[in-house]
């Protein structure tokens, strides 16, 4: 095992030193942290508070430096440091196996884990999977009691995971799962909970393999999770038959985000299934794994740049590889055609808020929807789309990226260029929303209709009832563009002002250097009434279809036609004022236009309604 504890990496450790030496709270050996906005699981969302997962990433962190010869911090040894967080981390565990939350811990230690909103079981992966690194690192340095602890902490944790037995297509849980229970069940010589491991990793490499992509996909947040624990089980897994498992998945992993790699931007080219932030480079571990395998054409971070963050460490002390012959791609795009894929087969059942898994489904009368995206690279374009999906605000179902003469892919600095779509309510993203859509090339028809039940701001922890009313003074669907000012923009024809605010419109053009894009609006209405566009130039460029203005209760399910439909092309050359038409019929628009035909819902119904129509679509 030692020969694959490589030497920890010091610029991603120097950044989570710094994180967390600056937040190190003396009185509860944990790191106190300014609590931020979170509509799911926890009721803590201001002021200060101790952060337990952070709080152990720390433990690894001085682990690591006292190991480096960088033993002393505030006048004590950073090694006994280290061992009261990991102490007080322990201590937070639900270990009460007759307990809903057995083996998981809070996000804080004000909140236990009961007490949350509800439990994130996702924890016992998180945090066992640290619990691996210290004691696959640090295991023979703890004292024995300490050791001890942790071991039987890690024990309760694979048990936890063991009981949820989590969908495969929850992929990056499933994986991570799959890395701790194998480790875990090696490290405690618990037999059985290292052959759920195997077993687990066995299923998964049948299921992704053939599948050759992932249920979330194309997401920089999840892409990194699997990669880590891939990575692990290369690294900190002794058993010798899995390593050519998470080899073969490791390549899965780089083959899928490599299909939609744009170097040209330096991002990720759309559609997403998760994304926590549009602008890559505002997610410093994607770039670090990328630095790691890539340095000499893609230095993404220097020390200057690198914000402190404390799960850093994690990236530290794994030893990330790319496959040779897939290195190339990180620098060149191998073709400008369409690149179609098929993520998964997404089942819609009645009364379900979202698509389910094949296994989720099993017993329950179905309709299946191949879920497939479509990603155009072109030079300094990309723009990508999702035939069908809700629009929960991780979702990012439709998205366009760009670079101007000059700009630096590597610099991280400049924030990116792009236009993406979303259905905003009372100022958040709303999940309610039905998208559709249609791509060739730079091309793309799409629709957006409302779905009940549905969720609000989570895809289904907040979920909305078929027929509730919703107090709501505001529902839209909203296009943005960043990174082009208002004097690249005209409107139906006409400049637009900055600061200006346009309504009714159905035309939107951006011409800049790299850049030439074309917004239309073929039909929108709400309720049964039509309804136009409004542009604003602010920071963005914003392109809203108003569906409701003036405050009330809603309920989805009593409204008449509620949709919108239109095209975006973007292209580098210029283009022509492509006719886009819509037309209602029952309770579908066909809308075409540009070579493309699209079908799409008009009328609220649940996701197995609108699931029907995209069937359609396909035949």
Not at 277 to 305: F, M, Y
Not at 371 to 394: E, I, K, M, P, Y
């Amino acid at each position: 095992m030692t020969t694959r504890l490589q030497t920890s990496d010091p610029l991603t450790l120097d950044a989570a030193r710094r994180a967390g030496d600056a937040e190190y709270d003396r009185q509860w050996d944990l790191l106190l942290s300014e609590a931020k906005y979170n509509p799911i699981h926890t009721r803590i969302v201001s002021g200060r508070a101790h952060r337990v997962r952070e709080s152990l990433a720390y433990a690894l962190v001085l682990f690591e430096l006292a190991s480096a010869g960088d033993e002393m911090v505030d006048g004590e040894r950073r090694s006994d440091r280290g061992a009261r967080v990991l102490s007080t981390v322990l201590d937070l565990q639900d270990i009460d196996p007759r307990s809903e939350t057995y083996g998981l811990w809070g996000y804080w230690a004000e909140e236990p884990a009961a007490q949350m909103s509800p439990a994130d079981w996702n924890w016992a992966d998180f945090i066992g999977e640290f619990l691996i690194l210290i004691l696959r690192r640090h295991g023979a340095t703890l004292a024995p009691e300490l050791r001890g602890r942790a071991e039987t902490a890690l024990v309760h944790a694979a048990r936890s995971i063991i009981r949820r037995d989590v969908d495969l297509d929850y992929t990056n849980i499933a994986v991570k799962g799959a890395f701790v229970t194998l480790a875990a069940g090696e490290i405690t010589s618990e037999d059985s909970i290292a052959e759920y491991g195997r077993e687990r990793l066995s299923r998964l490499h049948t299921r992704l393999l053939a599948q050759g992509s992932f249920a979330e996909y194309n997401s920089p947040t999840y892409w990194h999770v699997v990669l880590q624990a891939f990575t692990g089980i290369r690294q900190y897994v002794d058993d010798v038959d899995m390593h050519p498992l998470a080899a073969d998945l490791e390549r899965v992993a780089w083959e899928h985000f490599l299909r939609h790699w744009h170097p040209a931007t330096g991002q990720l080219s759309g559609p997403m299934a998760r994304c926590y932030d549009t602008d890559l480079h505002l997610r410093p571990s994607v770039l670090s794994v990328l630095q790691r395998v890539a340095g000499d054409t893609w230095p993404l971070l220097e020390k200057a740049d690198l914000e402190p963050d404390i799960q850093f460490v994690q990236d530290a002390v794994l030893d990330y590889r790319i496959p040779a012959d897939l290195r190339p791609l990180l620098d060149h795009v191998a073709s400008t055609d369409t690149v179609r894929e098929v993520f998964a087969e997404t089942f819609y059942i009645e009364g379900q808020v979202a698509g389910i898994s094949e296994a989720a489904a099993s017993g329950v009368p179905s309709v299946v929807v191949p879920t497939v995206g479509a990603t155009w690279r072109d030079g300094a374009l990309s723009l990508g789309s999702v035939n069908f999906t809700d629009t929960w605000l991780q979702r990012r179902p439709l998205l366009g990226y760009w670079v101007e003469p000059g700009d630096d892919p590597t610099d991280i600095t400049r924030p990116a260029r792009f236009v993406g779509v979303e259905v905003v309510r009372d100022g958040h993203g709303f999940a309610g929303g039905s998208f559709c859509s249609v791509q060739e090339g730079g091309r793309v028809l799409w629709a957006l209709a409302l779905a009940t039940p549905s969720g609000d701001e989570h895809i289904h922890l907040d979920a909305i009832p078929a027929g509730a009313a919703v107090p709501t003074s505001d529902l839209r669907v909203r296009f943005r563009i960043r990174g082009a000012s208002a004097d690249a923009v005209r409107v139906d024809g006409e400049p637009l002002a900055a600061g200006a605010s346009v309504a009714d419109v159905s035309r939107v053009r951006v011409e800049t250097p790299a850049l030439h894009l074309d917004w239309v609006l073929a039909a929108a209405r709400f309720d049964g009434a039509e309804v136009g566009a409004t542009v604003t130039a602010g920071d963005d460029i914003v392109i809203d279809v108003p569906w409701l203005v003036s405050p009330r209760d809603l309920t989805v399910s009593d409204l008449g036609e509620t949709f919108a439909t239109g095209m975006l092309r973007m292209s580098a050359a210029p283009l022509d004022d492509a006719v886009v038409t819509a037309a209602v019929d029952g309770d579908v628009v066909r809308a075409a236009g540009a070579g493309l035909q699209l079908l799409a819902p008009v009328l609220p119904g649940s996701r197995l309604d609108h699931a029907r129509i995209a069937q359609r679509a396909r035949l």
